[in-house]
């Protein structure tokens, strides 16, 4: 297990400082000057000089990239040019709203995507089945942004179940029922992304279940809940929760649409906002810590394949 | 399922040896069994069909200029007259759908092909030698940390200015990495094969045996793997037009459309409905075909995601 762990950080650090090259280097991408890109048209030569010095632009590439490094390490992910404030100062403000539309959308995904597989691959080609499948594969076509915006003027707005827009801090005002404000993005979200979990779990519950060790519990006589659950979910969850780490991955990029749908105050609508202002910070910090969080699931997700299933630590 | 599928499979079969039809003249018979073999994958050949023949003739079927403002009509209901209804312009929402189709149809085909060009030779390289591979696939694995949507928007920013060169090269760039994974894992096993080893052993060069036996046994997963991209690529599209940041604004897109629709959408959710369900129907259709090539070209890859 030890060398595996070692393994696996090492994996990690690799990965970490390859997303920090990639960031760095696409800023590096942007064509002509990128002072008078960021400052707009209407620049003077010396503003433009000004902010040549201050982000170290007159330096050579590599001179650059050591310094981002360095700022990097130090936790500094440069200032914001529109909001004049550190990046990861409006970025930590941001998260919030993000974290809870993406664990609410996740709990959808769960909540309907794995007992619609389980359910699915019981049975297999039963009518339940089929139906189960025509939906997943509808879900999985539909834009998530567009199933928003329907449930929004339906629910919201024709039957004025639910408030529509906006979202006020959890954690400032000690309110949980503003979490009322998430459930419809959280819903297009998570349901989206519950067909393609319903459909990985309905085929490697399928793989299972035609196992040996699967006719042999059956033979002892053990209840069929006991089969699924014991037998054959634990042996089909590994495929499962790649999907799963994937779906998490998925949400993030997803909540950029949905949050602006809703217009909630999360990472999401600050990327739209900096991509339309051209706040190339902003835009670089988010980069590097959606990526990094990406990486981080990914360690996660093998840390638990390796508890799932013992063989995978010795490969 | 299976099973049924199979005796009604025999059964036109049958029928059709019987009658003469123009179908069967025009449709080489590989295609026809694979066009017919299930419900789905028919329905998904036609509606892409229709798409087809939807963005070719689009500015010559369309019953009002796509792009005349019109005041005094706006933001009216679906009628026999305007099949959609209007937008807060009073243009026809029906023929901007219309029109919007070939622009949709044209960026999916373009993405997909640029992640095709990248990803087939990198991929095939990478896979083929082992010390390229080790180096760039860690770089693609890199890049693909980047969520798809974040990373396209970042690009667009990037290139300064919406446009539909820079909407291909932005979107492309997220896709292409995950067409070299694809290309690259196939190569990996396919050079593991006897004829590899036996091309090997007859001394032929590392160049012409990736030339000639390994990339024609790519097409398959590479086909599959354009089929997905092409369905994701025109739904991302989609999202970075909605969003403002895709191609400009006076070009009539189903994106485009469910942006300037959404200041509206209570008053008149039409603007946002159709657009969306011609996007869900076209995406829905890539996917199936995607899905019934799979299963067609390489039984292998059913299992996997």
Known sequence: MLSYLVRRVGGMVVSTILVITITFLLLQLIPGDPATV?????????????????????????????????????????????????????IRQRAETSVWLSALALIVALGIGIPAGILSSVKPNSLMDNSMLLVALAGASIPSFWLGLMLMTLIAGKL???????????????????????????????????????????SSMLDVLNADYVTTARAKGLRQRSVIVKHALRNAS??????????????????????????????????VQSVLKRDYPVIQGIMLVVALLYVLINFVTDLVYAMLDPRIRYR | MTKRTHSNKRDRDASD???YSVWKCLVPPGFRKFATGRRTTLAAILILAALILISALGPWIVPYDADKLK????????????????????????????????????????ISAFSLLVGLPVGAICGFYDRVGLVVMRLVDAMMAFPAIILALALMA??????????????????????????????????ENTYVEAAKALGMSSTRILLRHIAINLLSPVIVQATFTFAFSIMEVAALNFLGVGIPPYVASWGGMMNEGRTYIIRAP???LFPGLFLATAVLAFNLLGDALRDRLDPKLRRTV
Do not use: C
Not at chain 1, 248 to 266: C, H, I, M, Q, Y
Not at chain 2, 96 to 107: A, E, S
């Open chain 2, 270 to 272: 039409w603007i946002i």
């Open chain 1, 38 to 90: 960021m400052l707009g048209a209407n620049a003077t030569p010396e503003q433009a000089e000004q902010l040549r010095k201050t982000w170290g632009l007159d330096q050579p590439i590599p001179v650059q990239f050591a310094r981002y490094f360095e700022n990097f390490v130090r936790g500094d992910f440069g200032q914001s040019l529109f909001h004049r404030q550190p990046v990861l100062t409006i």
């Open chain 1, 160 to 202: 004025g179940w639910l408030p529509s827009s906006g979202f006020t801090s959890v954690l400032a005002t000690g309110n949980l029922a503003n979490l009322k404000n998430l459930i419809l993005p959280a819903f297009s979200l998570g349901f989206v992304n519950a067909a393609l979990l319903a459909r990985t779990t309905r």
């Open chain 1, 238 to 271: 590994i495929p499962i929760l790649t999907v799963v780490s994937f779906t998490f991955a998925s949400l993030l990029s997803g909540a950029v649409v949905t949050e602006n749908v809703f217009a909630l105050p999360g990472i999401g609508s600050l990327i």
């Open chain 2, 17 to 19: 040896s019987r009658t």
């Open chain 2, 71 to 110: 005041v005094t009509d706006r933001l009216q209901g679906p009628s026999g007259t305007h099949f959609f209804g209007t937008d807060n312009f009073g243009r026809d929402v029906f023929s901007r759908v219309i029109v919007g189709t070939r622009i949709t149809l044209l960026l999916g085909l373009s």
């Open chain 2, 158 to 191: 990037i290139f300064g200015k919406p446009g539909v060169l820079n909407v291909i090269l932005a979107v492309g760039m997220v896709w292409a990495p995950r067409m070299i994974r694809v290309v690259y894992s196939a190569t990996l096993s396919l050079r």
